[in-house]
C-alpha cells in the first residue's frame, strides 16, 4: 500500500535550519511529484513547494524561494526538504503529499505530519 | 496568485442533514485543476474531489463536488457523524498551488 512516512517532530532555535524527510514506499516513486505543505497551530494549509522525483527539479513559490530547498534520494525513495533561518512564524506541522504529474488528480496521498517547533 | 475564500467559515448542522460549501475564487480558475479535502483533528488532510467534480477512491457519493469559473460547491447530501470536520479548496494555476481557509464543519 502507498505509504508516505515521514521524520519525527523537531525543536529549533530561531536562526536555525531543518531538515524533514519524506519516505515512499508501495508506488514507483519517480512516476509522481511530492508537495510540501505546512499548518500553522489552529491556522490552514499552505503549500511551499514541489519536487519532480524523476527530474529532481522544484518548483518553489516566491515567499519561501530563498528559504526552501527539496532533494530527493531515489536510491531511498526519499524526499528531503530544508527550511533555514527559522522563526517562530514557521512553528507548524510539515506534510508531504503526492501528485500524480498533470496536477489534474490533486494530492492524493499524505504523510503523517511533522511537528517542527521553533523557539528560544 | 489566486486567492480562494471559502464560506461559511463555521457551519453549524445536525447529522443527515445537507452541508452545502462554498469556495470563490479571486479570478478564474481551471476546473481540471481545482480539488476538496476533508481535514479531522490531528490527521493529515485528505482527499475527497479533484477537477472539481471527480470524487477520490473511497469517497462514499455523499460528497459531490460541482462548479468552474470562479465558483465552487461541495455537497454533502446526508451529514454522517464522521463528516464533522474542515474541508478545504485547492486550486493549481501559474505554476502556484492555493488553499482555500477552510470552512469548519461542525455538529449543531
Known amino acids: 500500500q502507498v505509504q508516505l512516512v515521514q521524520s519525527g517532530a523537531e525543536v529549533k532555535k530561531p536562526g536555525a535550519s531543518v531538515k524533514i524527510s519524506c519516505r515512499a514506499s508501495?508506488?514507483?516513486?519517480?512516476?509522481?511529484?511530492i508537495h510540501w505543505v505546512r499548518q500553522a497551530p489552529g491556522q490552514g494549509l499552505e503549500w511551499m513547494g514541489m519536487?519532480?522525483?524523476?527530474?529532481?527539479?522544484?518548483n518553489i513559490p516566491q515567499k519561501f524561494r530563498d528559504r526552501v530547498t527539496m532533494t530527493r534520494d531515489t536510491s531511498t525513495s526519499t524526499v528531503y526538504m530544508e527550511l533555514s533561518s527559522l522563526r517562530s512564524e514557521d512553528t507548524a506541522v510539515y506534510y508531504c503529499?503526492?501528485?500524480?504529474?498533470?496536477?489534474?488528480?490533486?494530492?492524493?496521498?499524505w504523510g503523517q505530519g511533522t511537528l517542527v517547533i521553533v523557539s528560544t | 496568485e489566486i486567492v480562494l475564500t471559502q464560506s461559511p467559515g463555521t457551519v453549524s448542522l445536525s447529522p443527515g442533514e445537507r452541508a452545502t460549501l462554498s469556495c470563490r475564487a479571486s479570478?478564474?480558475?481551471?476546473?481540471?485543476?481545482f480539488a476538496w479535502y476533508q481535514q479531522k483533528p490531528g490527521q493529515a488532510p485528505r482527499l475527497l474531489i479533484y477537477?472539481?467534480?471527480s470524487r477520490a477512491t473511497g469517497i462514499p457519493d455523499r460528497f459531490s463536488g460541482s462548479g468552474s469559473g470562479t465558483d465552487f460547491t461541495l455537497t454533502i447530501s446526508r451529514l454522517e457523524p464522521e463528516d464533522f470536520a474542515v474541508y478545504y479548496c485547492?486550486?493549481?494555476?501559474?505554476?502556484?498551488?492555493?488553499f482555500g481557509q477552510g470552512t469548519k464543519v461542525e455538529i449543531k
Open positions: 503529499a503526492r501528485e500524480p504529474p498533470g496536477a489534474a488528480d490533486g494530492f492524493d496521498y
Open positions: 479570478q478564474s480558475v481551471s476546473s481540471r485543476y
Open positions: 508501495g508506488y514507483t516513486f519517480t512516476s509522481y511529484f
Open positions: 519536487i519532480n522525483t524523476s527530474a529532481g527539479t522544484t
Open positions: 477537477g472539481a467534480s
Open positions: 485547492q486550486q493549481y494555476g501559474s505554476s502556484v498551488w492555493t
